[in-house]
Structures are given as structure tokens and as C-alpha cells.
């Protein structure tokens, strides 16, 4: 099965607690990490993704130190500032069981992966929004899979339904009030097949894009009414071989992904063009293994990667513009030292947020704010 990753690009205000070695200043804060205390409960444990909007609201999930549930900490959604919901809350006269994979828009609204009693679904902090057993354009839901929303409050998702007995589900790309596009329909020629669907994203004006697979082994990016790119397409003479799962989409409908191309060299590309590939020369480093991406409105890319220098001939993972190493393994931030850098968020205001591993295992959600 093709796997995607696809990525997201945004204005990056860049980072570090102190100078950055290559010259621009940046000022690293860590907003969160395990023992600290937000909204009265101390964090046991930070998971790596993060989101963030324009006003520099930044969110993320965890567990803390509560009564447990089925044997484990219970889990909650953070913003640096709140516990804004957990395991054991009720939320729409449900008892919460599990919460996760949480998502905000410019007006403060967080959406989240929750569980009860109904299954799987997705919450804000006082409603369920969508949940098993829903119809939506005629399909009744079971299950649900990656999820986005836009600045201004459009909430996509993927939701599965149906399938043959004994085979897989078939899936689609929904909001809450209708089916946008599912298995076995057919975009540009190509009939969309199952399981395959990943990582839907859209934007103020409404334009959705999303991963699928589709017949005859294929994979690529579309939207409801059009092929964007696909395997085996050449970008910039390159032949792209893989797509992966971190798309993402800025307001001029600017859409990006991180890929595989035939020479094994991962890119980050638009339709018409390779944005920056391994190898290529940033902040006197030589990039490999690009992996997570971010854009703007002004088409400003943050992404993560490595670079060779490490000890013992290891790759180095770093936090990168096209032009600037943002923040790299060995940093000391707050009082942690950075041994991997993660998920990344960024907004229209020039900050970014990421998520950090640290040396002694554990994760921490980093803010980064150009001086």
C-alpha cells in the first residue's frame, strides 16, 4: 500500500534560546514539557503533534497526573495556557473516555479526536461534532481517520463506512455537514480505491485537497474535482516515485507535499516545481531525509530534517527554512537538550510551534519567535 507524506508549509518564525549559529536571532521559549502544571494538572507526557493559529494559540495532547483510566493516565487536550478537555469530561452529555489529534482555527475553536461510549468521533470543548453511527450525504460513519481545519473554521476530515465483508472499509473525505468525495468515485479518469485516504487539508476559500490512492496501483494528490499530481509525474525533470502524508495548503491554493523522487532523494515540491530537495547547501549544511513541512500566505517554508556532522558520522535533526537552520539537535532549550525535532506548526504572523524530543526521552512543545 503507497503511503503518503505530505507537507505543510507556513510562515515560519524561526528559533533559538541564543543567536543562531548561521547568523539570525531567533528566541526559543518551551512552552510546555512533562511537570509542568497547565490549568491546575501536571503534565505527565506530551505527544509530538502540534498546531497552532494566527494569535499564537498553540495545541497539543498529553496525559496527566489524574485518576487513571483502563490502567492509563488520562489523556487531554493542552493550549500553553489551559487544559481545555480530558479523559473523564463530559462533553455533549458523553462521558469522555480518550481524547488526541487536536486542530484550531483563528477563532479559538479546537477540534479533537474523542472517544465514549458512541465509539470514535470528533469533539470541540462542549460539543461532539461528528460520531459512529452519523449519516452524513447518506453514509453512515464507523470509524474516522486524519482530520484538518482552516483558519476561518472549515473542520475535514476522513471518515470510513461500509465495504465488502471480510475486506477493507470504504472511505471519504467529509465536514461535518456533507460527503465532499469517496471510494470508487472517479477524479481526472482515476477511480479512487480503498484504504488510501490521507491527510485532508483546506483553506479559507474552501478548496479541499486530500492523498489517495486510486486503480491500478497509482497514488497522488487531488481534489474533489481534479488530479493535482501523482506518481511517475516528472517536476522540475525529476521523476517523483513516492508521495508521503503531510500536505498542506495556503490561501492563493499553493499546495505542497514531501516526496520521494527517483533518485531516493526526498523533496518538498508544488505541482510545478521542487522547492528543496537532499543535498541541497542550507546554513552551510547539506540537507537529508527531509520529513515534515509547513507554508504560509506568503509562501514561507518551515520543514524538519538532518544533516551529516553528528558523532560518530551521524545525520543531525534540524528545523529548517529555504535559506536558514532554524534549530538543531544539541540546542538547550529551557534546560532541555533537543535530541529530535518533530511535528511543525507555523502562522501567518511569522511563529513557529514544534515539538521536540529531548535527551531525556521525553517531549516538549517549543515556540519560536524571530528577533
Do not use: W
Not at 484550531?104 to 465509539?119: A, H, K
Not at 507555523?346 to 513557529?352: D, E, K, L, Q, T
Amino acid at each position: 500500500m503507497n503511503r503518503f507524506l505530505i507537507t505543510l508549509i507556513l510562515t515560519i518564525a524561526t528559533l533559538s534560546d541564543i543567536p543562531c549559529a548561521f547568523g539570525a536571532n531567533y528566541k526559543l521559549t518551551l512552552l510546555a514539557k512533562p511537570g509542568d502544571i497547565i490549568g491546575g494538572v501536571k503534565l505527565l507526557r506530551i505527544n509530538p503533534s502540534v498546531a497552532m493559529n494566527d494569535s499564537g494559540e498553540v495545541v497539543f495532547s498529553g496525559s496527566f497526573d489524574g485518576p487513571l483510566i483502563s490502567t492509563e493516565a488520562p489523556s487531554a487536550i493542552f493550549t500553553q495556557s489551559a487544559l481545555v478537555a480530558n479523559a473523564g469530561s463530559s462533553i455533549g452529555g458523553f462521558t469522555i473516555t480518550q481524547v488526541g489529534g487536536a486542530v484550531i482555527d483563528n477563532s479559538g475553536t479546537i477540534v479533537f479526536s474523542c472517544t465514549s461510549s458512541f465509539g470514535a468521533g470528533f469533539c470541540t470543548r462542549t460539543a461532539v461534532l461528528v460520531k459512529r453511527g452519523d449519516t452524513i450525504g447518506g453514509i453512515t460513519l464507523i470509524n474516522f481517520g486524519d482530520h484538518s481545519i482552516s483558519s476561518n473554521g472549515t473542520f475535514v476530515f476522513v471518515g470510513f463506512f461500509g465495504g465488502v465483508p471480510g475486506g477493507p472499509s470504504s472511505e471519504g473525505i467529509f465536514t461535518p455537514a456533507g460527503l465532499i468525495v469517496k471510494t470508487g468515485d472517479s477524479i481526472a479518469g482515476h477511480i479512487l480505491r480503498s484504504p488510501s485516504f490521507q491527510h485532508p487539508v483546506v483553506n479559507n476559500l474552501g478548496t479541499i485537497a486530500f492523498l489517495a490512492g486510486f486503480e491500478g496501483n497509482g497514488a497522488g494528490i487531488f481534489t474533489p474535482s481534479s488530479l493535482v499530481l501523482k506518481q511517475g509525474d516528472t517536476i522540475s525533470g525529476q521523476l517523483l516515485t513516492t508521495t508521503f502524508s503531510d500536505l498542506d495548503i495556503n490561501e492563493s491554493g499553493t499546495i505542497i507535499d514531501v516526496g520521494s523522487m527517483a533518485s531516493g532523494a526526498h523533496a518538498i515540491y508544488s505541482p510545478s516545481s521542487i522547492l528543496v530537495k537532499d543535498g541541497d547547501a542550507i546554513g552551510g549544511v547539506a540537507l537529508n531525509n527531509i520529513q515534515k513541512v509547513a507554508i504560509n500566505n506568503r509562501g514561507t517554508i518551515a520543514f524538519t530534517g538532518a544533516f551529516p556532522g553528528g558523532a560518530g558520522g551521524a545525520f543531525t535533526s534540524g528545523l529548517f527554512t529555504r535559506d536558514t537552520v532554524i534549530a538543531r539537535q544539541g540546542d538547550v532549550i529551557g534546560g532541555k537538550t533537543v535530541s529530535f525535532l518533530d511535528s511543525v506548526a507555523s502562522n501567518n504572523s511569522g511563529r513557529i510551534a514544534f515539538s521536540a524530543r529531548f535527551s531525556d526521552g521525553t517531549f516538549g512543545i517549543v515556540l519560536a519567535d524571530p528577533q
